[in-house]
């Protein structure tokens, strides 16, 4: 059966569905996954690959599809647009594919689709481009803002009002080294909990190297010795020691909440906003089952997938609660030893693992984002207990959702900053705003995705 499956037809069916919703990239490719998860792991990779490429590398594409087709984008039928930039994409970015497998299974999908009368488009603009692609005029860029801005979003197909704000905001080289991360193949990263014994876990961890046909690379975290990165995996979820709730996915710079904490036994933390659960399960894991966590998230279904995380990990001391962040709760008032506010935000931080956050976003919701921050922030500041802790934390970089809300705390809010210095991996130390209460850890700078975390003391009333 899985022989007669089109990988490329998959991957148009993943695009076609993003077109018709502001459904998130990461779970179309999931949902198309999961449906043929009968393929083998080379097929379902391609898929992957190919579908999430063709959205990452979007704008870049069409810059070349515009040069070679003398018909507007704006013009192209949808089915055709997404066609020919998948086909672009094979040409330009995926060596495994000859150019001549990327234009003809092109023009077949055309008809496969229906579209007999546009096989001759597709197939001239695609020989157009795979006869040039060593000859493609990029933009280039001089000492103006304007000319920077183009060639940061043509090159590194990133939207220009983002490339504009990361310029103003990073500068032209920090820019570059960014959006060049962003591009990277980001491993899966894990963290292993310490309910296992070390024998125990070194068993796991032989059973996985196996996984994949031995094809699965593993390579241990440089800054936390529970983490590790891992990469060429299929569905984590057949990995040795999920089930067991050996390990949850979880990127470095999440971790790094629970380390700023600094937690101690039989403490009460309440994660205000906390599906898929990451957090609260590592607070759970460094209390060791003593004192209380309790998970807050909007929706059922958020804390539904909390839920099916605190089950598999075999956290017993953690309670989840359906609740808006953003209505206050006279019950927790003065409960929580640790409060995490990790909030609701533009995500600009990982972009390298979920490309569509860029095209879905702008300045307008980053404003909006930053007022519902504070509207929960005031909502939910005084669950601290006097002398408790709060982590204040986002994925993104921009200074509204980050430095800003980090001296509004200061000035509105009973709380003074708290050094995190002693709480860094060794190389982190080294970053100057350790000192001052917070981290702006940068995408790429420690390997990690994008992350912003504070931390404050309630002052004693």
């Not at 003398?70 to 150019?99: C, E, H, N, W």
């Not at 089930?243 to 380390?259: R, Y």
Request: charged share 25%.
């Amino acid at each position: 059966m899985a022989g007669k499956i089109n990988e490329r037809r998959i991957a148009y069916d993943i695009l076609a569905e993003m077109g018709k919703s502001d459904s998130f990239q990461k779970s179309a490719v999931k949902l198309a996954l999961n449906k043929y998860d009968f393929l083998d792991a080379n097929q379902k990779s391609f898929i992957k690959y190919l579908a999430e490429g063709t959205i990452e590398r979007q704008i870049s594409l069409d810059y070349v599809i515009s040069l070679f087709s003398k018909t507007p984008i704006s013009k192209m039928a949808k089915p055709i647009l997404y066609i020919i930039r998948m086909g672009t994409f094979q040409i330009l970015y995926m060596d495994s594919v000859p150019d001549s497998a990327a234009v003809n299974e092109s023009v077949k999908l055309a008809a496969k689709l229906h579209f007999m009368g546009l096989k001759g488009f597709v197939n001239g603009v695609l020989r157009n481009i795979a006869r040039n692609k060593a000859n493609i005029k990029w933009p280039d860029y001089d000492e103006s803002k304007a000319s920077r801005i183009k060639y940061l979003s043509v090159k590194y197909s990133e939207p220009e009002w983002l490339s504009k704000k990361f310029l103003e905001d990073f500068g032209f080289k920090k820019t570059v080294e960014i959006f060049k991360f962003f591009l990277e193949p980001r491993p899966v990263t894990v963290r292993f909990s310490n309910r296992f014994e070390t024998e125990e876990l070194r068993g796991i961890l032989a059973k996985m190297k196996e996984a994949n046909n031995g094809n699965i690379v593993m390579k241990p975290s440089p800054l936390l010795s529970y983490a590790m990165d891992l990469y060429h995996t299929d569905n984590i979820r057949y990995l040795p020691g999920f089930e067991e709730g050996a390990f949850m996915v979880q990127d470095i710079s999440s971790m790094l909440v629970t380390e700023v904490a600094g937690l101690r036994k039989g403490d009460t933390v309440i994660d205000v906003c906390a599906a898929p659960g990451g957090k609260s399960l590592h607070a759970a894991d460094v209390l060791r089952n003593t004192g209380k966590v309790i998970s807050r998230d909007i929706s059922q279904n958020k804390c539904i997938l909390i839920r099916e995380n605190v089950n598999r990990m075999r956290c017993d001391n953690v309670v989840v609660e359906e609740h808006d962040a953003e209505k206050h709760d006279q019950t927790l008032e003065n409960a929580a030893d640790v409060l995490y506010c990790d909030l609701p935000c533009s995500g600009l931080g990982v972009i390298a693992r979920k490309p569509d956050i860029k095209m879905n976003t702008d300045m307008h919701a980053i404003e909006t984002l930053q007022a519902k921050q504070r509207s929960i922030l005031n909502n939910v500041w005084n669950y601290v207990k006097p002398g408790g802790i709060l982590i204040y934390s986002t994925c993104t970089l921009t200074k509204e959702e980050n430095l800003e809300n980090y001296k509004w705390i200061l000035e509105n809010l009973p709380f003074e900053a708290v050094s995190i210095e002693d709480r860094l991996p060794g190389p982190m130390k080294e970053v100057l705003t350790a000192g001052a209460g917070y981290i702006q850890i940068i995408p790429g700078e420690f390997g990690t995705d994008g992350f912003f975390i504070s931390k404050f003391r309630r002052k004693d009333e």
